[in-house]
């Protein structure tokens, strides 16, 4: 269908966003992982986390619409998209973009920081968002309010650098009761956190977490795309 067309029938497919990458390979991280998803890795984030692994989608990217972002997403006949970034919510036209894909019949995954308001997402979206720990260097910007935006269906990840970012998410979840919200993730930062000490301090405090590593990196390394 032409742009112009789409446009006619749902006036979301003219929204324009700004486009990293758009790719198809495994889901590597929370409770999607490994599944076969496209990643739609929109440009641009407010926050700059010392272990940032994305920094290329900072900057630079296509201007493209939601229309084609669709057609795109539609070549690989997924079941699963996870909208990422970046901070995909810095961009406003993120919103049509969900709520297109939805509409479109697929399970959708947004990917956020959690400095950025929840409010405006569509409800059939799962939501995973990030809570920056101090090591990150971002602490500041966690949203605590968003927290009230999450439901059974999302779920909370806290990316950890060292004991003291552990002991940080160890409080969070106590004074919080993150567990209560949503399923609760702690991942180690790679090459930075040994995975087998994390696994040990979640065992050795019975935390009611999952701990996960990146499986796309086990897989095929830090390579962008994959």
């Not at 060292?162 to 998410?169: F, G, I, Q």
Request: aromatic content about 6%; overall charge negative; some cysteine.
């Amino acid at each position: 269908m032409a742009e112009s067309a789409q446009a006619a029938v749902d006036p979301r497919a003219a929204t324009r966003v700004r486009l990293t990458e758009l790719f198809f390979s495994l889901q590597g991280e929370t409770s999607r992982a490994g599944l076969p998803t496209v990643f739609v890795r929109l440009t641009g984030c407010p926050l700059r986390c010392r272990w940032c692994d994305t920094a290329y989608a900072f900057h630079g990217g296509e201007t493209v619409s939601v229309g084609e972002i669709l057609q795109r997403v539609g070549q690989h006949a997924p079941r699963h998209v996870c909208v990422t970034g970046g901070e995909p919510l810095a961009q406003p036209g993120c919103l049509d973009l969900l709520g297109a894909l939805c509409d479109a019949g697929y399970a959708v995954s947004l990917e956020t920081s959690g400095a950025v308001d929840l409010a405006g997402v569509d409800a059939r979206v799962s939501k995973v968002m990030d809570l920056k720990a101090p090591g990150s260097g971002e602490q500041a910007k966690n949203r605590w309010d968003n927290l009230a935006l999450l439901g059974s269906g999302d779920e909370l990840k806290i990316v950890l650098a060292d004991r003291s970012d552990y002991e940080w998410a160890r409080a969070a979840l106590a004074s919080r009761g993150l567990a209560s919200i949503c399923p609760v993730l702690l991942s180690p930062v790679a090459d930075t956190l040994p995975p087998a000490e994390l696994a040990q301090w979640i065992l050795d405090d019975r935390l009611p977490v999952r701990m996960q590593i990146q499986l796309h990196k086990v897989i095929w390394g830090n390579v962008p795309g994959r």
